[in-house]
């Protein structure tokens, strides 16, 4: 099947319903999975232990082959769920906010970041809906610029994880997250949806535009039945501006103008000591 480019529409009218653009996050916005990308500093941290970090790392690999079933899911829900009971909320915010630059920019999809600037411009809300935690990824969806986060909810008493889960943003119930913003105005037939994984199916089936990016054979042949959109995301962008280094000649230049001067300097100053 041929890769397809989506066709953007122009601004809606100030009194039409409002549109959105809704992003998968892990494999669709980012080459990776959000939670496995914060082990490092969770271990520095003290939150996760060695033995926690290699059963993220083996979650992670099967994650990134793309053979996670529903089984292997809920058994990772249920393990994530136990994990993070007694975290304390404000420090795991801080760890993933301080180095979210650091362990998600590289993974970063310059095609995904393209396509949200293109919806921000047609005046389309973006919306990233992930499995995932929300205090991960509340802070990568605003370096993004998304307008809305739907993710899934830890329950917390006394600034701290129960272990419970409010809702898990996952399957069906992810699905139901681009009807959840109907309140908002949206017009889901008139609004996108972007994601990677075949268990994304229904939030595709709920818009009138789908697409679904990097798919597996499984994936691209429900993409051709349904008429979605394939799409190829490659490039990794880094989310902040950065300070480039001074081009190596423009250095040698000013060292260069620099030693002139002080020469200069120097041989008027002989000269006036010769007088």
Not at 74 to 101: F, P, Y
Not at 179 to 201: E, K, V, W
Request: charge should be neutral; avoid cysteine.
């Amino acid at each position: 099947m041929t890769e397809q480019v989506p066709q953007t529409a122009p601004p809606p009218t100030a009194r039409a319903p409002r549109t959105a653009a809704f992003f998968d996050l892990d494999k669709t916005i980012i080459a990776t999975s959000s939670s496995a990308a914060f082990s490092k500093p969770f271990l520095a941290g003290g939150l996760l232990s060695r033995a926690d970090v290699l059963r993220s790392a083996y979650a992670h690999f099967v994650f990134l082959i793309g053979n996670a079933d529903a089984d292997q899911t809920e058994r990772m829900r249920a393990h994530l769920s136990s994990l993070v009971t007694g975290w304390d909320v404000e420090k795991v915010r801080q760890i993933v906010t301080e180095t979210v630059h650091e362990l998600i920019d590289p993974y970063v999809y310059a095609e995904a970041v393209e396509l949200i600037a293109e919806h921000h411009a047609a005046g389309r809300d973006v919306v990233v809906v992930s499995a995932s935690a929300a205090v991960l990824v509340e802070p990568i969806a605003a370096v993004l610029g998304a307008d809305h986060v739907l993710s899934t909810q830890m329950t917390v008493e006394d600034g701290r994880f129960t272990g419970e889960i409010d809702f898990y943003n996952y399957g069906e119930n992810k699905a139901g997250a681009a009807p959840a913003r109907r309140p908002r105005g949206y017009d889901l037939a008139q609004s996108f949806a972007y994601s990677d994984s075949i268990t994304d199916a229904p939030m595709l089936e709920a818009v009138g535009h789908g697409y679904v990016v990097n798919p597996d054979r499984l994936l691209r042949r429900r993409a051709a039945q349904s008429g979605w959109g394939v799409l190829a995301f490659t490039r990794p962008v880094a989310l902040r501006p950065r300070i480039e280094p001074a081009p190596l000649i423009a250095v040698v230049g000013a060292v260069a103008v620099g030693l002139g001067v002080w020469l200069v300097w120097r041989a008027v100053r002989r000269r006036a000591r010769r007088r």
